[in-house]
């Protein structure tokens, strides 16, 4: 019998790391976690993991700006897509007016730190809204820290690129007819869990799980519950 495939897209200077647990968790597929490199677009990411998939059909998992990725997978390729998990992520592009002028000097700001300090010193500074403020300075920020400096500033700016330009996914979002899980952290203050319910109301049929005590970095935080809920999301 063929192994199913399930494909695990990381999020903004995330890597393998991010889904190390899950991928054990379901060692009865073939588990694939890309790289982007230094792509500077959502569509480019996408069409960079179709041409890298290495099955026809898979199940596909986004963690952050890889459910961004992930709902660009869909949009290009859904016959492809056999059902789909979006975990701590969004649906809107970039703000008009001030709001993304902010965001956008926010991101800047980060990069010049990353340049001027280093990848550690900047995600010191950044990380710090990801997690569940009883995990800050613990090991698991130290993990969270070494997966940000395995990246460089070029990476970070090609991946900053991307974000400001991503699409609006609602369109894919209302499309959808494959299982669809979203997954959140309770305590998520960079993609809030109620976000994730306007994005449920998008896709009739699809489930929410919310992760408790967890922040933005639900697959490391709470590695355990996300694993059960993408078993689940595999059963459907």
Known sequence: MTRPCVVLLPGLLCDAAVWREQCQALAFADCVVPSYGELASITAMARSVLEAAPAQRFSLAGHSMGGRVALEVVRLAPERVE?????????????????????????????????????????????????????????????????????????????????????????????????????????DAWSPLSRHEEMQALVPGSRLVAIEDSGHMSTMEQPEAVSRALLDWMKE
């Open 83 to 187: 059902r789909l998990a979006l975990l701590d992520t969004g649906m809107d592009p970039l703000a008009q007016g001030g709001a993304g002028e902010q965001e956008r000097a926010k991101r800047m700001a980060l990069l010049q730190v990353a340049r001027a300090k280093g990848m550690r010193a900047m995600g010191r500074e950044w990380a710090r809204g990801m997690v569940h403020p009883s995990r800050l300075d613990t090991p698991l920020f130290e993990e969270i820290l070494d997966m940000i400096e395995r990246q460089t500033p070029a990476i970070f700016e090609a991946q900053i690129n991307a974000l400001l330009g991503r699409p609006d996914a609602r369109p894919v979002l209302r499309a959808l007819s494959c299982p669809t899980l979203l997954a959140c952290g309770r305590q």
